[in-house]
């Protein structure tokens, strides 16, 4: 009997071992995102990694992963505005996507900002948001169906964007569930930041003005789109 309580012992501490060698995390081998090549399109929460000190959570999402993500982001980008035209399709369009294996399209708070006719999640055509982001995934797919599309919804903001102001008579909240609706719809995962991720009016650290994310902003940012990230597997090709 005393042998078999040494053994079990024994037995539980190489188990023990072995789940602290290769438990969770980024450098776990259950990692299935870990080498993949990515593309991310956006706002300028996403271009803002490539110049600015603060940074976007491109500067951590990359080390996070494991995965190369290429920063395709664009200032003032929307999918359809007045001011900025269709700055976020005409991006998709122009990529190449042959080595590609996961494409990231994070907005929409421009579209939302600016007053943009959001439409129905069962558009199909480019004169509403809802459209322009169904004729974006459809685009990606056509190129390359083998790719992983992940769809990331801004952060609740501060002052102008905070969770209480309504642009065409909508709150952010209500206008980005509309637009989750269309990637829903198409078994497209989302990355829903505006309702987990934990960034809100009342939240002043995480922002250097209505959106804009400071550095401890930008590292909440990445941690959350991971965090989610983890729930969803890419494509088997």
């Given at each position: ?43 300028s ?71 943009e ?36 919804f ?22 980005y ?57 890419p494509k088997?090709?």
């Amino acid at each position: 009997k005393r042998q078999y309580v040494i053994y079990l012992s024994l037995l539980l501490s190489l188990i023990s071992i072995t789940v602290v060698i290769g438990g969770g995390g980024k450098n776990s081998e259950s990692n299935k995102w870990k080498g993949l090549s990515a593309v991310a399109f956006g706002t300028s929460l996403t271009y803002r990694s490539r110049t600015d000190d603060t940074g976007g959570y491109l500067r951590y999402l990359p080390e996070l992963s494991g995965m190369k993500i290429e920063n395709s982001g664009v200032g003032s980008g929307a999918l359809f505005t007045e001011k900025s035209g269709l700055n976020i399709l005409n991006q998709v369009k122009s990529h190449d996507y042959d080595d590609i294996d996961v494409v990231l399209i994070e907005g929409f708070v421009n579209d939302w900002y600016y007053n943009e006719n959001l439409g129905t999640y069962l558009d199909t055509d480019v004169t509403t948001v809802c459209g322009v982001l169904r004729t974006a995934i459809n685009y990606i797919l056509e190129i390359n169906p083998a790719i992983t599309v992940i769809v990331i919804f801004d952060p609740i903001g501060t002052q102008e964007t905070s969770e209480l102001s309504l642009k065409c008579g909508r709150s952010q909240y209500d206008y980005y569930e509309e637009l989750a609706k269309v990637a829903g719809s198409m078994g497209i995962p989302v990355v829903k930041l505006y309702s987990i991720g934990n960034m809100n009016s009342r939240t002043p650290q995480y922002f250097i003005d209505n959106i804009h994310p400071t550095e401890l902003g930008a590292k909440q940012t990445a941690n959350m789109i991971w965090k989610e990230l983890q729930k969803y597997e890419p494509k088997i090709n």
